[in-house]
Structures are given as structure tokens and as C-alpha cells.
């Protein structure tokens, strides 16, 4: 079966400096892949230059007939726009000449109560934004969902349903997921494979194997005891 996702030697400049450099990946379909490192390792640039929106030289290919969702890492809302995120929503789905019921459909996968829906989005709580959020990526039914930092900024238990929401989505509907993610308890928890970035290092594989001691000593300089915390979660089935 052809991966959903094949990348050779992507390489991103910015002027005279090198943000990735020749990178090659491949990805499955229904697979969560975390992309982690330390701040500017180059994730975000990863996801832009996958979605094409900046440029790149090398090869990105997407199978045929993927459709790509993507949540960005932070938007500021304007909190004087009085646009409910009903109709945020309805404006997205008629430009994808979208059935009526895809608003609905799309809401509720995301969590998004009919209180929500009718709700001012320049009100909304960090956490209700980012559903609306996602509910707006899973219009059109994608078949990939790029996240970037999907609970920056956002408390325990709002992160905590965020990604109880992609583990959902990943196993119910079989959806491939690309996250970029600074938490690696989550990291553990959810993703089948792992992709670091740091400096011109590259290691792929799944977490358990990837992320040894040398490896996160290598990527983040980390102390010891973080190395103990990231122990507990390798060591649970």
C-alpha cells in the first residue's frame, strides 16, 4: 500500500540559513506522527512547506485523493467581531459547496454544543476556540489533520480533551494525523511514530525506541530529571 505521505530531500532556507535540510519521511495512513524539538528546529516551517505555503526544493507528495485539514498554532481572535461561529463555519462550508448537514457534522465531532455554535467567537474560552478550530479544519472530511501546538496557551483539562479528540478521530475514522507537540508525556501516549528536529538532527522512528536519554540529552540539553519524568511514560503499556 503507497504511503499517504512521501518526502525527499525537503530542504527550507531562509536566506542563507538552512531551516531543514534534505529531509526524507514517509507516512502511513491512520498513523499519528509527533514532530518535536526545541523552538526554532524547524516545525512549523515542516507543516508549511507539507501544505505548500511557502517555498521548498526537494519532493512532497501526497497520495491521490488526500484532503488536508490544518489546525495553525495560534490565531488571535478579534474580540470586537460580532460573527458567530455558526456562521464562520457556514462561510467556509459554502465556498467547499458543502451539504447543510456538514456545519453539524463537523461541530459535533469537534465537541462543539449548539450553545457554541450560536456563541460569539471573539468570546470564546481559549479551549472552545480551539475546538472551533478543529471543527473548522474537518470541514470537507479530511483525510490528514496537521496540527501545530494544538494546546498552546490552553489549561490541563482543555489540553486534555484536545487530544482525547485527535487519539477519537485517529481511531474512529481512521484519519492520519501530523502534530507538533512540546509535551512528550503526550507524545507517548498518542503518536505511533516520532520525527525530531534540532540543528540539523534527524532521528525518526516510534517513541519508545526513539527518545532515549542520549537522544533527548541531544535535542533539548535536558537535566536529569527530566529524563525520569519522560521514564515513567516509556515505561506504561
Not at 74 to 102: F, H, M, Q, S, Y
Request: hydrophobic share 45%; net charge neutral; charged share 25%.
Amino acid at each position: 500500500m503507497a504511503p499517504v505521505l512521501r518526502v525527499r530531500d525537503l530542504t527550507v532556507r531562509f536566506g542563507q540559513r538552512t531551516i531543514i535540510d534534505r529531509l526524507n519521511l514517509e507516512l502511513e495512513a491512520g498513523e499519528i506522527l509527533a514532530v518535536i524539538g526545541p523552538n526554532g528546529s524547524g516545525k512549523t516551517v515542516l507543516l508549511k512547506a507539507l501544505l505548500g505555503l511557502l517555498p521548498y526544493e526537494g519532493e512532497v507528495a501526497w497520495a491521490e485523493g488526500t484532503r488536508i485539514g490544518y489546525v495553525p498554532q495560534k490565531i488571535a481572535p478579534d474580540r470586537t467581531l460580532p460573527v458567530r461561529v455558526r456562521e464562520l463555519l457556514e462561510a467556509k462550508a459554502r465556498l467547499l459547496r458543502l451539504p447543510k448537514t456538514a456545519v453539524d457534522d463537523a461541530a459535533r465531532a469537534a465537541g462543539l454544543s449548539a450553545e457554541l455554535l450560536d456563541a460569539v467567537a471573539g468570546v470564546l474560552s481559549g479551549g472552545q476556540f480551539q475546538k472551533m478550530l478543529v471543527a473548522y479544519a474537518l470541514l470537507g472530511d479530511p483525510t490528514v489533520l496537521l496540527f501545530d501546538e494544538p494546546t498552546a496557551s490552553l489549561d490541563e483539562l482543555s489540553e486534555e480533551r484536545v487530544y482525547e479528540l485527535l487519539h477519537w478521530l485517529q481511531k474512529e475514522r481512521g484519519m492520519t494525523v501530523i502534530l507538533v507537540s512540546h509535551e512528550l508525556n503526550i507524545v507517548f501516549r498518542y503518536a505511533s511514530r516520532v520525527l525530531c528536529l534540532s540543528r540539523g538532527l534527524v532521528c525518526s522512528g516510534p517513541p519508545r525506541e526513539v527518545l532515549t536519554q542520549q537522544m533527548l540529552e541531544a535535542l533539548y540539553g535536558a537535566p536529569q530529571s527530566y529524563y525520569l519524568h519522560v521514564e515513567q511514560h516509556r515505561r506504561q503499556p
